[in-house]
């Protein structure tokens, strides 16, 4: 089954920091661009971020600009998100999938769940003092 495996998550205090990451199983990542997405309990999936699998360009959400950093590292077939300053309101589970569409698009139009192929079971991160 193809699929990702995300690890990193755990317990920091407001204002601290983690880092994602985001290994895939079946397939190899060099290819294909790759999106970081988070649920909190109660609510919808949302998109965070997006790095693309050519240029190295990359797409956040208002939400996480200046806080958060994704990247990759295509040799280790592993993308990583740096995620710094963290909210109690950024307490959920955080997936990463392939999305395949363009910067462009997602500066359009954001996220969308038609885009998105190989969910894994995600990685909890909490948020608490």
């Known amino acids: 089954q193809l699929q990702f495996v995300e690890s990193g998550g755990g317990l920091v205090q407001p204002g601290g920091s983690l880092r994602l990451s985001c290994a895939p199983s079946?397939?190899?990542?060099?290819?294909?661009?790759i999106g970081w997405f988070r649920q909190a309990p109660g609510e919808e999936k949302e998109g965070v971020s997006w790095?693309?699998?050519?240029?190295?360009?990359?797409y956040y959400v208002d939400s996480v600009k200046g806080r958060f950093t994704i990247s990759r590292d295509d040799a280790k077939n592993t993308v990583y998100l740096q995620m710094n300053s963290l909210g109690p309101e950024e307490t959920a589970v955080y997936y990463c999938?392939?999305?395949?569409?363009?910067?462009?698009?997602?500066?359009?139009?954001?996220?969308?769940?038609?885009?998105?192929?190989?969910w894994g079971q995600g990685t909890q991160v909490t948020v608490s003092s």
């Open positions: 079946g397939f190899t990542l060099e290819h294909y661009p």
């Open positions: 790095i693309s699998s050519s240029d190295g360009s990359t």
């Open positions: 999938a392939v999305v395949l569409a363009r910067r462009d698009d997602l500066l359009k139009s954001g996220f969308r769940h038609e885009d998105t192929y190989y």
